[in-house]
């Protein structure tokens, strides 16, 4: 591997003779852009929304301005900017706060099927009666030991995903089943699918196919990166197919073990 950064270090050892150390420093350089990076893309994250609340502030200067229909126009983006901006916030704590917690008790019993009838009407209200089509099919008895907020948060971004992500009217069907590897959740839609390149990607921190429609949705980028950590700390992975034209599915299976017995 020829792609390293190594440290030298020459100090004095004993008359005449000098000491040579080389150390290996790529992970620590690495990890260093990575922060370097992460904090780029969240300082341009919040500049965009920043600036355009700043414009408007600098117009109500003059009282001649924002008024009338100028002034509904102003109201409607900077709601829209500040709730963007809120949004981010949000899923920033969220995945601080799941990536502070690596070794959680799997001990919660997490009514799942509860879960999703919660997410259900709000995948419908979130679709803004652009009609798209849900399908739940959901295993009412299956429960899970885990985290619940963790598996909340997994949950409600694929499925949020699915909605942001299609086209209105694409169908969307949710399943949640025991399968013969344990309990699994599919989420898949028949939107336009993702070209292949971009696929192993998608968990990474910001990373968008199309960047622009992502923050028309109100997206932040951080939503498969949450997806991600949550379910490693359930001993899972996500799993993501799909087919330019046609649609994708993302999906996961929890470990046999985590299956709640019934009370
Ligand atoms: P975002 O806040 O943009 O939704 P995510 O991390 O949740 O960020 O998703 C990363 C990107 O993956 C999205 O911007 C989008 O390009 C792509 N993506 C996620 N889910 C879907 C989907 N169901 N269909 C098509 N593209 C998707």
């Known amino acids: 591997n020829y792609d390293r950064t190594l440290e030298l270090r020459i100090m004095p ?15 620590v350089k690495q990890l260093e852009g ?3 990076n992460f904090f780029a ?13 700043q414009g408007y502030l600098e117009m109500s200067k003059d009282p001649d301005m924002l008024i009338g229909p100028m002034w509904d126009k102003a109201h409607g983006v900077m709601t829209e900017q500040l709730s ?11 995945l601080s706060k799941i990536e502070a917690a690596p070794n959680i008790e799997l001990e919660e019993t997490i009514d799942v099927p509860a879960m999703l009838d919660v997410l259900e009407k709000e995948a419908v209200s979130l679709s803004g009666g652009q009609d798209h089509l ?17 598996l909340r948060s997994a949950i409600s971004n694929l499925v949020y995903n699915a909605v942001k992500h299609t086209p209105a009217n694409a169908e969307i069907t949710v399943r949640w089943f025991l399968s013969s590897s344990g309990p699994r959740l599919e989420v898949t839609d028949l939107g336009q699918g993702i070209e292949p390149q971009h696929i ?5 921190r910001f990373y968008r196919v199309d960047k622009a429609r992502s923050r028309e949705t109100g997206g932040s980028g951080l ?25 994708s599915t993302f999906s996961f299976t929890l470990p046999q073990r985590l299956v709640a017995k019934a009370a």
């Open 84 to 94: 963007r901006m809120n949004a981010l916030v949000e899923q920033l704590l969220t």
């Open 200 to 204: 192993h990607r998608l968990t990474e």
């Open 13 to 27: 050892y004993t008359e005449g003779e000098y000491l040579m150390v080389v150390r290996d420093v790529s992970q």
């Open 223 to 247: 939503g498969l990166a949450i997806v991600k950590h949550a379910l490693s700390h359930h001993d899972s992975h996500l799993e993501i197919q799909s087919t330019v034209g046609e649609g």
């Open 41 to 53: 893309n969240v300082s341009h994250e919040l500049r965009t929304p920043m600036t355009v609340l």
């Open 134 to 150: 849900f399908t739940f099919e959901v295993d009412k008895s299956l429960k899970v030991l885990g985290d619940e907020d963790q």
């Open 34 to 36: 990575m922060r370097r």
